[in-house]
T-cell receptor
Framework: GAVVSQHPSRVICKSGTSVKIECRSLDFQATTMFWYRQFPKKSLMLMATSNEGSKATYEQGVEKDKFLINHASLTLSTLTVTSAHPEDSSFYIC???????????FGDGTRLSIL | TQLLEQSPQFLSIQEGENLTVYCNSSSVFSSLQWYRQEPGEGPVLLVTVVTGGEVKKLKRLTFQFGDARKDSSLHITAAQTGDTGLYLCAGEGTSGSRLTFGEGTQLTVNP
């Protein structure tokens, strides 16, 4: 089946640093990728949708300058949390979908902890 | 904005018991997916239902899509400790669009 790889799986860093999370589709071309944020024992909250080669569409309340998304190729999207602060600590999950209304496939998530 | 109400939010049962999780909406969905998520991992797709009234079975799990495609249920028969996890329903408004997730059901099956 389709595989989505997310890296790193866990990152701990100091407040004020920027952190980049990668999401790769390993065996299919992902025309659309989605970035979610999840709090403990809660559901997924969509942050943004990115289509290859175009600017990401952010959900209401998500700061585009804070959460930079790049989808430069059909197999890679990145989320950069800029100048991270403790309140940005969370579980971030990406998903990828191929063309022709294929279902979304999820990565294993990145646990981000800002000290 | 489409909303999916999922219930119950928390469920703790003994091994061998049956349970049902519900997802309800006032909106029509072109399809609805059910996921199971373990701590520290991404959601894993269990099933997709697309036709009103559709029933799908996956071993001890039975999924049903409402006739009007506004609601869905997941029934687990004779629950096992390995069924413990976060169950999420997610609806797709139009084919190929974003997913709307329910709030999730945290299921704990005790031995």
């Amino acid at each position: 089946g389709a595989v989505v790889s997310q890296h790193p799986s866990r990152v701990i860093c100091k407040s004020g640093t920027s952190v980049k999370i990668e999401c790769r589709s390993l065996d299919f071309q992902a025309t659309t990728m989605f970035w979610y944020r999840q709090f403990p024992k809660k559901s997924l909250m969509l942050m943004a949708t990115s289509n290859e080669g175009s600017k990401a569409t952010y959900e209401q309340g998500v700061e585009k300058d804070k959460f930079l998304i790049n989808h430069a190729s059909l197999t890679l999207s990145t989320l950069t949390v800029t100048s991270a602060h403790p309140e940005d600590s969370s579980f971030y999950i990406c998903s990828a979908r191929g063309p022709n209304d294929q279902p979304q496939h999820f990565g294993d998530g990145t646990r981000l902890s800002i000290l | 904005t489409q909303l999916l109400e999922q219930s119950p939010q928390f469920l703790s049962i003994q091994e061998g018991e049956n349970l049902t999780v519900y997802c309800n909406s006032s909106s029509v969905f072109s399809s609805l997916q059910w996921y199971r998520q373990e701590p520290g991992e991404g959601p894993v797709l269990l099933v997709t239902v697309v036709t009103g009234g559709e029933v799908k079975k996956l071993k001890r799990l039975t999924f049903q899509f409402g006739d009007a495609r506004k609601d869905s249920s997941l029934h687990i028969t004779a629950a096992q400790t390995g069924d413990t996890g976060l169950y999420l329903c997610a609806g797709e408004g139009t084919s190929g669009s974003r997913l709307t997730f329910g709030e999730g059901t945290q299921l704990t099956v005790n031995p």
